[in-house]
């Protein structure tokens, strides 16, 4: 598909970033001489009248959140191939996601952001509407007058609903964020599911790391030594699996960041005069940089190279799957599992890893990127699950049988994909006639060579 010049009467300028079911451009609205983002469902969706559907209603409700905490949607309409979008305030400072870019941010900035996107969220909640997929590709910053930031909520659980009406989670990667109940068909959502999230946001902006599983979540001073105790308990309380015991609201959360960063910035400056702390702040600096290696790699395993240029073996955040792939395959690493949901499978929370050359990209089916997901699931038919699957766009070659010592399984292949690439997509069982656990691996590559065979026979499940 050629990249359209123009969507209605907006004109396309460039990309911004792509996510699990569309992307997003930056435009011009000739009209009103302004800037505008367009969000577009990609091709591959656009025939599904369900998520179609979804994405309209999603920009529907964001309009009625009506608040300037909230990304504003200005239109919604269809292009001449069918392909829904929708119109919206363009973010023109980024996302957090791109803050974090360059590593955890100055203590009372990430705090006082993060305090911030709990107020947007109060704004929904007050509305009645809990947003369900906060993290931070969904938290935008816009330039206000006099140059300071405004934080603006977007998305609205869009990604999520969709990939709920594909069929196709995976690509989601909202892990980490997102709190034990959401994984719960009927466990009924409020305002404490997003204060779970924001939680994990504000860990991620002091820490430079997503928080592990729910319950599993690692001390936050942990990764960063010199955070305060106040700072750590807020947090982790946002944290809490069971949401009675969480803040109760975002609105109290964003106070108590807020005084907490007041707090935080109003020590600092006294530190900088006193020598003798300034040389103990230096020390502390060291050996935080030497944990936060350590602590990070609770989540991002790389357990060795077998052979340097070949291969690089990778393991989930519970130590209990592992594989190797090819090692330019290895520079990104989510280990903190999946929700065999996606698979239409019994929801709950398993094991799971997803490896790319580029993780950003690995949400778009559309994207050239190289890598692996690798997901454990101790209830259900993984198989047939899995002989369900379909990926328009590309030519389905057939599947094939695996045997290993330890699994057999189905390899199905689709070739020719939109990005010129390879998708496999496996369901093993136990070789010993077992039936649990079962696994699901997708691989995708972009050119040639199929990495398959050797990362299932590769894999270690304990
Ligand atoms: P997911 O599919 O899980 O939601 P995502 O949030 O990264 O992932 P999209 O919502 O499709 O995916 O957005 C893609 C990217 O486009 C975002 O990461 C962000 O960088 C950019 N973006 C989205 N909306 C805007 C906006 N209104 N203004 C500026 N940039 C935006
Ligand atoms: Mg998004």
């Not at 959502?189 to 939680?199: F, H, K, Q, T």
């Not at 010993?432 to 590559?445: A, C, I, N, S």
């Amino acid at each position: 598909m050629q990249s359209p010049e123009r969507i209605g009467r907006y004109r396309l300028e460039r990309p911004l970033g792509s996510g699990a079911f569309g992307t997003v451009w930056l435009a011009h609205d000739d009209v009103l001489q302004a800037p505008v983002a367009v969000k577009v469902l990609a091709d591959n969706w656009s025939h599904r009248l369900d998520i179609r559907d979804r994405f309209l209603s999603e920009a529907r409700l964001l309009r009625k959140a009506d608040s300037n905490r909230v990304v504003q949607v200005y239109d919604i309409g269809e292009l001449p191939d069918g392909r829904p979008y929708f119109v919206m305030e363009y973010a023109d400072a980024g996302t957090l996601a791109d803050r974090l870019a360059t590593g955890p941010l100055p203590v009372p900035e990430a705090l006082r952001l993060t305090a911030l996107a709990a107020r947007s969220a109060a704004a929904l909640h007050e509305a009645g509407i809990v947003h369900r997929d906060i993290k931070p590709s969904n938290i935008l910053l816009r330039t206000a007058p006099g140059g300071v930031h405004r934080v603006l909520l977007a998305d609205l659980g869009l990604a999520k609903s969709l990939a709920q009406a594909s069929g196709l989670t995976l690509a989601a990667g909202s892990a980490g964020y997102q709190p034990p109940e959401q994984a719960q068909p009927g466990a009924g959502l409020d305002a404490r599911a997003d204060v779970y999230s924001l939680g994990a946001v504000g860990y991620e902006l002091v820490t430079g790391t997503v928080p592990g599983a729910p319950g599993r979540v690692v001390g936050p001073e942990r990764l960063r030594p010199d955070l305060g105790d106040g700072v750590r308990r807020a947090l982790m309380r946002a944290l809490e699996p069971d949401r009675e015991r969480r803040w109760p609201g975002a609105e109290v959360f964003a106070a108590e960041l807020d005084r907490l960063s007041a707090a935080v910035s109003s020590v600092q400056p006294r530190r900088r005069l006193d020598p003798v702390r300034k040389r103990l702040n230096t020390v502390t600096l060291v050996v935080a940089a030497v944990l936060a290696g350590t602590a990070a790699a609770v989540t991002v395993t790389l357990l060795n190279r077998d052979s340097p240029a070949k291969s690089v073996r990778v393991a989930d955040s519970t130590g209990r799957v592992s594989a190797q792939v090819p090692a330019g395959w290895g520079g990104q690493l989510r280990g903190s599992g999946w929700n065999p949901k996606a698979l239409g499978l019994t929801s709950g929370h398993q094991p799971g890893l997803e490896v790319a050359d580029d993780l950003s990209k690995w949400p778009d089916l559309k994207a050239a990127v190289n890598g692996v997901f690798i997901g454990l699931s101790e209830h259900g038919d993984v198989t047939a699950r899995v002989n369900a699957l379909a990926h328009s766009g590309c030519h389905y070659d057939g599947a094939r049988a695996f045997t290993s010592a330890d699994w057999h399984g189905r390899v199905r292949t689709w070739t020719d994909c939109p990005d010129g690439g390879t998708i496999t997509e496996t369901a093993l069982d136990p070789a010993d006639g077992g039936t649990q656990p079962q696994v699901y691996v997708q691989v995708r590559r972009h050119g040639s060579g199929d990495a398959t065979e050797g990362i299932l026979r590769s894999l270690r499940v304990t």
